[in-house]
C-alpha cells in the first residue's frame, strides 16, 4: 500500500488531497494518514495542508518503496546480523529476492572475516540461479566486481580498478568487497548468494591507509539508489554471459589492477609468489613463480607486492 501511496505522491509532484488518495487506493482517510505517519518515519519527508499531501524528499535508503523499477522483490532491514543469512534461508524456500540493509552487526567478510558494516555503505546480497556447474561459480566474483568497476566508472568517472579475484579499488585503496556463497548439487549450482559491501557515504577514517569509500574520493555524498540501480542494471547485463565467460574475462582483465604485477597469494596456510601473467576462462589466476613455473590458482587472498 505504502508503495501504491508513494508513486502517486511521486507523480504528482504536487498536492494530491487526501480524498484522492483514499479513493484511488480504496481505503479510508484516516488509513492513509496512518500510512503516510510509516513513511515519515522511515524517512520520507511529507507536507500536509488543507489541500493534502506533498511528497517534499525520499531518504537515500535502500527500501522497497524506492525501488519500484526492479524486477526482484527488495526485502530491507534497518540493522540485521548479515543479508547473506537472511537471503540464504530465502534462496531455500526457492525465492529470487534482493536483500538490502543499512547496517550489519555481523558482516561476513572473505576467509571468515568480518565486515565492517556501518551506516551509509550499501550492503545487499542478490540470490542468483545461473545454470552453470559448480566449477564456474567463482566466475560470478568476477562478473560482480566488474559490475561494480564499471558502475562506479560510469557514474563518477573515477578509474575504479579490479585486485583478484573479488575486490574493487580506487587508487588501490579497497572500495568494495565482494562474497559469494553457493549451494550445489552434483554438477549444477542451485543458487549462489552474491553478498556485495561497497564504502559509500560511510566512514572509514579508521582504515584510511588501505580502505576508502565514494564520499571520500569524490568529497562529497552520493545517492546510494542512484549507484544500487546502476549497479543492478550492469549485474543482470552481464549475467548472461557466466555460460559463456569470454566477454566478461577480457573485460575483467582490461580493468585489473593485478595483471603483470608481482603478487602474493595466501590459500589457507600457503603461501605461493610470482608474477600473475593471466586469468584463465575459469577466472583462476595464472601465475609464474621466481623459477619459471606456472601455478593456477582458483581462491585465495592476493595481496600486491610490487
Ligand atoms: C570481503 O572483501 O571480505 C567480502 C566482503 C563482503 C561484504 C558483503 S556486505 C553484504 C553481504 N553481507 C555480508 O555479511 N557480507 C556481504
Redesign the pocket.
Known amino acids: 500500500m505504502r508503495k501504491r501511496i508513494l508513486s502517486l505522491l511521486y507523480q504528482e509532484k504536487d498536492f494530491v488531497s487526501g480524498e484522492a488518495l483514499s479513493k484511488k487506493l480504496g481505503i479510508s482517510r484516516v488509513g492513509v494518514w496512518k500510512h503516510i505517519q510509516v513513511l515519515r518515519k522511515e524517512g520520507y519527508v511529507i507536507e500536509a495542508s488543507n489541500k493534502g499531501y506533498r511528497l517534499i524528499s525520499a531518504p537515500d535508503l535502500l527500501l522497497p518503496e524506492e525501488l519500484v523499477e526492479l524486477d526482484k522483490k527488495v526485502y530491507y532491514f534497518k540493522e540485521v546480523s548479515?543479508?547473506?543469512d537472511v537471503a540464504r534461508k530465502l534462496a531455500q524456500k526457492g525465492e529470487e529476492a534482493i536483500v538490502t540493509?543499512e547496517t550489519?552487526t555481523?558482516?561476513?567478510?572473505?576467509?571468515g572475516?568480518y565486515?565492517h558494516?556501518s551506516r551509509g555503505g550499501i550492503?545487499?546480497?542478490l540470490i542468483l540461479r545461473p545454470t552453470i556447474s559448480p566449477s564456474q561459480a567463482h566466475l560470478v566474483n568476477l562478473l560482480a566486481g566488474l559490475s561494480v568497476a564499471i558502475t562506479i566508472r560510469k557514474l563518477f568517472n573515477i578509474n575504479a580498478t579490479l585486485k583478484w579475484p573479488?575486490?574493487v579499488l580506487i587508487n588501490e585503496k579497497?572500495v568494495c568487497?565482494?562474497?559469494a556463497e553457493m549451494e550445489a548439487e552434483a554438477d549444477i549450482v542451485k543458487f549462489i548468494i552474491l553478498?556485495?559491501?561497497i564504502n559509500v557515504n560511510n566512514d572509514v577514517s579508521d582504515y584510511i591507509k588501505i580502505v576508502t569509500s565514494l564520499k571520500e574520493e569524490l568529497g562529497k555524498k552520493i545517492s546510494k539508489k542512484k549507484l544500487f540501480l546502476q549497479l543492478i542494471k550492469e549485474i543482470e547485463k552481464m549475467q548472461p554471459y557466466l555460460a559463456n565467460p569470454q566477454p566478461i574475462i577480457n573485460k575483467w582483465k582490461r580493468f585489473s589492477s593485478t595483471l603483470g604485477r608481482y603478487v602474493r597469494i595466501i590459500i589457507q596456510n600457503k603461501i605461493l609468489e610470482g608474477e600473475a601473467i593471466d586469468i584463465d576462462n575459469d577466472g583462476a589466476l595464472i601465475l609464474k613463480t621466481r623459477d619459471e613455473n606456472l601455478k593456477r590458482v582458483v581462491a585465495g587472498d592476493c595481496i600486491h607486492l610490487r
Do not use: P
Open positions: 548479515s543479508t547473506m540493509a550489519q555481523k558482516g561476513k567478510g572473505r576467509w572475516r565486515w558494516s550492503y545487499f546480497s573479488n575486490d579497497k568487497g565482494i562474497l553478498g556485495i559491501g
